[in-house]
């Protein structure tokens, strides 16, 4: 038997997506090992089909049975170190943080500017301290071209079009006032002939409703998709306007022009490392901060105008990123 490798994976969206870009580095370092995947039920669509995964776990419903030689953890969690222990994983290795330590046969230690590096180079940390070389790859998610036309068949996209996602599962201070959305909506198609598409979780309905009942000739689609069937959707898009959220980095992988509007967290931290860009943000002095809900005044998003996002949308799509 081979030796098998097990990887957990972030457990939000853009993170995972992030990770995306260093499983062929693992693949071709420990080839030809197995490469499995432990992921939480919200990520999972991120990886289907890539050609670097041998095989999933899904956190909280499949159990660890087989023996595993090496896990990685790219998550900073106790109780993620602590499942590899009871599984009896035979190494452990992850960042020393949430007093795990003693769960690791190997602990990395933190590089000294881990909170503010970028979060690709941050992963990446953990496989240098296990001997790999090489550079990491663009984002990798794989659609089929069944999944693609699908999508195009069922909500009867209309070119051209741009992809709005409003949300930001992190909490309601990565969102850019809702309303703006929807006059930004009503710019662009009036100017570019963009058809508008609200995407969005179950959990977001309420954004789409609010943009749809201010600018009713959007198409809706909040709540009313798969993560795949966004991405499927995404991919087809003429643009992409977003938070900092899965939805940029989703964008990025799937060579999508994107806006994506900052306010509480440091750009360095999470801005793609390449890809059609444009990031829009007002500096603050309360920015950066960790807060899910802003118990201020929300300066930082509510500092930035439809104007200035509508500016770096005529900048990206002359080809100028910014």
């Known amino acids: 038997m081979g030796e098998k490798i097990i990887l957990r994976t972030p457990n939000w969206v853009g993170d995972a997506v992030i990770s995306t870009s260093l499983l062929p580095l693992i693949k071709k370092h420990f080839s030809p090992a197995s490469l499995y995947l432990q992921v939480h039920p919200r990520v999972k669509d991120v990886f289907l089909n890539n050609p670097y995964v041998d095989g999933f776990l899904i956190l909280g419903k499949d159990r660890i049975r087989e023996r595993f030689d090496l896990g990685i953890l790219f998550t900073n969690s106790f109780s993620s170190a602590l499942i590899f222990f ?46 790999m070389e090489g550079k990491k790859a663009g984002y990798q998610l794989y659609l089929t071209s069944e999944e693609i036309q699908k999508s195009r068949e069922i909500f009867k996209l209309k070119k051209p079009f741009v992809a709005f996602f409003p949300g930001a599962a992190y909490g309601s201070a990565k969102r850019w006032p809702v309303e703006r959305f929807a006059e930004l909506a009503y710019r662009l198609q009036k100017r570019f002939g963009f058809q508008p598409y609200i995407l969005g979780s179950r959990r977001e309905c309420f954004l789409g409703e609010i943009i749809e009942n201010i600018y009713p000739s959007v198409i809706n689609l909040v709540g009313k998709t798969s993560l795949r069937e966004a991405m499927a959707i995404t991919a087809q898009a003429n643009l992409a306007v977003t938070n900092d959220s899965g939805a940029f980095h989703i964008a990025i992988a799937l060579d999508v022009p994107v806006v994506a509007i900052f306010g509480p967290t440091p750009v360095e931290k999470t801005r793609p490392f390449y890809g059609k860009i444009s990031v829009v943000k007002k500096e603050v002095k ?27 949308i005529e900048k990206l799509l002359e080809g100028k990123n910014a």
């Open 86 to 131: 009871l599984s009896g994983v035979k190494k452990r290795v992850g960042y020393a943080t949430d007093g795990r330590r003693i769960l690791l046969t190997h602990p990395v230690p933190l590089p000294p500017n881990w909170k503010t590096m970028p979060q690709v180079d941050y992963y990446l940390g953990i496989l240098r301290f296990l001997g």
């Open 286 to 312: 309360c920015s950066p901060c960790k807060y899910r809900v802003c118990p201020f005044l929300h300066q930082c998003m509510m500092e930035v105008m439809v104007d200035d996002v509508e500016r770096a």
